[in-house]
């Protein structure tokens, strides 16, 4: 018996949108059979998709699933009409526009038993994936800090959300997801210098429920594009640059100290430095790959909503400490009693 294609449809047709487009419509076993925009696609991005200005009109369809990637404001709206009607959904990051919309997903779709996901792309990095297998592993040893740099010029299609929610999310999802560890508190900062009401560069410190460090950099006020990501541990320091799908390990050198007075201090010295071959497919490509295998049923890896809603938690308290200039603790993040796909972080 042939394997059934599933129908999906893609709500949005701006930067992510059309991306996604792109790889709905040669995905095997799916079939982009419409895609909802109210502006329609005068680019032709829909791959020959139909373009439909409701999402009644969408749903009319019968989809097995849905892609959001409309602004982050409209996603509560449209993923509680996507599991009212029965549709799975992979929503873009981040999940929602607030902790409490993102709740409010995170119970409609456990309410109707239904997969959905978040599309955290970072994690589908060659280079993230790579690190965090090796931090599996141990090969660092006991794991000290995770510092990440974000930064860039400013992306004109963001309007709803500032920067903590835009790019900073990327990171809250990775730091936790490479080792497999909670967020416990953060102290930010934040400013705003492009003339619009959300914040546009955002420092970070804080710590995990390890007592790891973290630390994130985060703007779009600088004409350096940079995606760095370094977790440093007791055998050295594993760096990620997530622009080139690029591993690369700093082993700790092994140098004898004749001077007495300095042996008590246990400090490292430069040793080997390894770049890895990875293999490096779109991330795109296997983030999708990953949920069309969930809505068929097979245990994989997907990012699930309750990870979504505690990565908008975390950028909440990132932009509270902001406001208050205080460090802001952070709870124990809920678990879902319904669980879709098999999922160890």
Not at 172 to 197: E, F, N
Not at 334 to 342: E, F, K, Y
């Amino acid at each position: 018996m042939s394997k059934q294609t599933l129908r999906a449809g893609l709500i949005g047709l701006g930067a992510m949108g059309r991306n996604h487009a792109r790889v709905l419509s040669s995905l095997d076993g799916v079939e982009l059979v419409g895609v909802m925009d109210p502006a329609g696609d005068p680019a032709g991005a829909a791959r020959g998709a139909p373009v439909l200005a409701t999402l009644p009109d969408l749903l009319a369809l019968r989809l097995d699933y849905a892609v959001v990637a409309c602004p982050t404001a409209q996603h509560e709206e449209i993923g509680l009409a996507l599991a009212a009607d029965g549709v799975c959904a992979l929503i873009e990051k981040p999940l929602a526009h607030s902790a409490a919309a993102a709740r409010r997903l995170v119970d409609a779709f456990d309410t109707a038993g239904l997969i959905a996901g978040v599309g955290h792309i970072e994690r589908f990095n060659p280079a993230l994936q790579s690190m965090r297998a090796r931090l599996e592993a141990g090969e660092l040893g006991e794991v000290f800090q995770v510092v990440t740099r974000r930064q860039g010029p400013f992306p004109h299609r963001i309007a709803d959300v500032g920067v903590v929610k835009d790019l900073a999310t990327h990171d809250i999802d990775l730091t936790s997801w490479v080792t497999d560890r909670d967020y416990a508190s953060v102290s930010a900062r934040t400013v705003c210098k492009s003339g619009r009401p959300h914040e546009d560069m955002v420092s970070v410190v804080g710590d995990l429920s390890d007592g790891t460090l973290v630390s994130h950099l985060v703007n779009w006020l600088s004409p350096l594009k940079e995606r760095f990501t370094a977790v440093t541990g007791e055998r050295g320091c594993l760096v990620a640059d997530t622009l080139t799908a690029d591993l690369t390990f700093h082993a700790n050198g092994a140098v004898t100290t004749e001077w007495e007075a300095l042996r008590a201090f246990r400090g490292v010295s430069e040793g080997d430095m390894v770049r890895y071959a990875i293999p490096k497919r779109e991330p795109l490509l296997v983030e999708h790959e990953r949920f069309r295998d969930a809505v068929e049923g097979k245990a994989t890896d997907i990012v699930t909503l309750d990870q979504g809603l505690r990565t908008v938690e975390v950028a909440e308290a990132v932009i509270d400490s902001a406001h208050h200039r205080a460090s802001v603790p952070l709870q124990s993040p809920h678990r879902s009693t319904l669980s879709a796909v098999t999922q160890r972080s």
